[in-house]
């Protein structure tokens, strides 16, 4: 009998330790909240239905399965919510919507339409002030451009007034200038400086023929000291 009822004894505690393994290991396929873990431990429960609660937690599987993929939807999509990109935050909606009836979704679906919105505004407004700063950048280069040509017409236009007060002060005043002071020197009398300064003036307007005519002045008079003497 002692050994019967030892026997009985250790079958039983070698029983309550393989159904405890196996209730522990149950529970912590359930506690990970994953539909496919807690189906896994559904069937490990079907073996211990006897043990503890075992039985009530197999039967209460189906919805903790249901809970599991709608938080998994559900918090996937609190994800989606929490972007700034729209077809992202679309995307979340769309999740809310397959679980609309589970925690706040239809609360999340309203403020996602929201944050939609305002966040087309923005785009909008960002579109718009782009497109200002572009056109004021247009323009200032239109005025620039503009400036520019004209400092360059005026540039030339300075170069040629430059130019031909040069050419016309070198080619007309200087020689001008200097033929009337060749002819007030000969009417001082100053033959040789005179004829010096119709030399310099390389053939401009009559100084040639004053060279002539002063060079036969000077031979019919005799003139040897560069001024005239009756």
């Known amino acids: 009998k002692d050994s ?9 505690k070698s029983e309550e330790l393989r159904k405890g393994k196996i209730y522990a290991d149950a529970l912590a396929l359930i506690n990970s909240k994953e539909a496919e873990k807690i189906q896994q431990a559904a069937t490990l429960l079907t073996n211990i239905t006897d043990y503890k609660d075992s039985a009530e937690l197999l039967a209460k599987i189906p919805e903790l399965c249901k809970i599991a993929r709608d938080d998994k939807i559900y ?6 919510y929490e972007s700034n ?3 992202t935050i679309k995307s979340g ?3 809310f919507r397959s679980v609309e009836n589970w925690r706040d979704s239809k609360t999340k679906i309203q ?3 929201t944050k939609i919105e305002t966040l087309q505004e923005k785009a909008k407004k960002e579109r718009e002030e782009q497109a200002r700063i572009a056109h004021e950048k247009e323009i200032a280069k239109i005025k620039h ?3 520019v040509r004209k400092i360059s017409i005026i540039s030339a236009i300075v170069a040629v007034v430059l130019a031909t007060i040069m050419f016309v002060t070198f080619t007309v005043i ?4 200097k033929l009337k002071n060749a002819d007030s020197l000969v009417e001082s009398g100053k033959y040789d400086e005179a004829l010096k300064s119709y030399e310099d003036l390389d053939g401009y307007k009559d100084s040639e023929n004053k060279i002539i005519f002063l060079k036969a002045l000077q031979n019919a008079h005799g003139v040897t000291n560069g001024y005239y003497n009756d």
């Open 4 to 12: 019967t009822v030892k026997a009985k004894q250790c079958y039983e």
């Open 75 to 80: 918090f996937s999509a609190l994800k989606k």
């Open 85 to 87: 990109d729209i077809e």
């Open 93 to 95: 909606i769309t999740d």
């Open 111 to 113: 403020e996602s339409l």
């Open 145 to 147: 451009d503009k400036k």
């Open 174 to 177: 200087v020689p001008t200038t």
